[in-house]
T-cell receptor
């Protein structure tokens, strides 16, 4: 079945550091890939997405590239801010049988000033 | 624009009491609707999803149930809560007229504590 494996957290970085949160997936066919962000006490918000191989999703300085050859969708940001502190979820949507979002377990990111 | 509402925002209930959480979507019609649970320190678990009024699919057998009495209303219920039902409940919607690779949009969530 479909699965998403995310980098274990928590991750703590200093402000302006470079961020990478790893995400790899297993799916049948050609899934769409997503990063969602959950700020403290809130629901999930879509951060970015990519729907086919080599697509790059970007938003708010975050980027992730759909790599079919490595089945990965790593999230990156060049210079993080305190306001980026949140839980980040990688997810996939596959329309082969299981037409639902499959989420990773989430990675808690804390940015210290 | 589309908005999704959930209430209540927080709820503290005793074990064995009933539960009703409500989710409504505005600004769209005929959405797919979803209920997720996020237990403390864990990822999201899909509980139910619905592709239309009265059509509910259950992902995990448990003491929870869902209903969709109207096109844009999705209700999560329980007759008797368990301690293990504590968690953060999220409702989400997606468009059905855009194909299958669809983005889901989440509500603000309901935090449930069962004592």
């Amino acid at each position: 079945g479909d699965s998403v494996t995310q980098m274990e957290g928590p991750v703590t970085l200093s402000e302006e550091a470079f961020l990478t949160i790893n995400c790899t997936y297993t799916a049948t066919g050609y899934p769409s890939l997503f990063w969602y962000v959950q700020y403290p006490g809130e629901g999930l918000q879509l951060l970015l997405k990519a729907t086919k191989a080599d697509d790059k999703g970007s938003n708010k300085g975050f980027e992730a590239t759909y790599r079919k050859e490595t089945t990965s969708f790593h999230l990156e940001k060049g210079s993080v801010q305190v306001s980026d502190s949140a839980v980040y979820f990688c997810a996939l949507f596959s329309n082969f049988g299981n037409e639902k979002l499959t989420f990773g377990t989430g990675t808690r990111l804390t940015i210290i000033p | 624009s589309q908005t999704i509402h959930q209430w209540p925002a927080t709820l503290v209930q005793p074990v064995g009491s009933p539960l009703s959480l409500e989710c409504t979507v505005e600004g769209t019609s005929n959405p797919n609707l979803y209920w997720y649970r996020q237990a403390a320190g864990r990822g999201l678990q899909l509980l139910f999803y619905s592709v239309g009024i009265g059509q509910i699919s259950s992902e995990v057998p448990q003491n929870l149930s869902a209903s969709r009495p109207q096109d844009r209303q999705f209700i999560l219920s329980s007759k008797k809560l368990l301690l293990s039902d504590s968690g953060f409940y999220l409702c989400a919607w997606s468009r059905r007229d855009r194909g299958l690779q669809e983005t889901q949009y989440f509500g603000p969530g309901t935090r449930l504590l069962v004592l």
